[in-house]
Nanobody, 125 residues
Framework: QVQLAESGGGLVQAGGSLRLSCAASGRVFSSSGMAWFRQAPGKEREFVAAITGGDELRYADFVVGRFTISRDNAKNTVYLQMNSLKPEDTAVYYC???????????????????WGKGTQVTVSS
């Protein structure tokens, strides 16, 4: 079993920055893929960014150039640095883990093995 705990959400003005963290505990394999998803009110959960154990990266088009995902394997922690935030980035952000990921392209909201409870990000205009 794996437990995921997100932190770092909050209220920020448009153009500002936030850094989300997700600490994983339990049986975390170095081959696990970790990802961030988000869900705004009335909308479906959507993919934001992902990183594999081999540091292969993938981003949603709407965050390219603004968000950066990274991981610290020694701490079993994944980060999401969010810059140039926009009001439309307002959502609950979820961390998720998929065990034994070979390719980052296989990560999606429909096949993650574990989910965190989410952290609220609110961007004011």
């Amino acid at each position: 079993q794996v437990q995921l705990a997100e932190s770092g959400g909050g209220l920020v003005q448009a153009g500002g920055s936030l850094r989300l963290s997700c600490a994983a505990s339990g049986r975390v394999f170095s081959s696990s893929g970790m990802a961030w998803f988000r869900q705004a009110p009335g909308k479906e959960r959507e993919f934001v960014a992902a990183i594999t154990g081999g540091d292969e990266l993938r981003y949603a088009d709407f965050v390219v150039g603004r968000f950066t995902i990274s991981r610290d394997n020694a701490k079993n922690t994944v980060y999401l640095q969010m810059n140039s935030l926009k009001p439309e980035d307002t959502a609950v952000y979820y961390c998720a883990l998929k065990e034994r990921v070979l390719r980052v392209g296989t990560i999606s909201a429909y096949n993650m093995d574990y989910w965190g409870k989410g952290t609220q990000v609110t961007v004011s205009s």
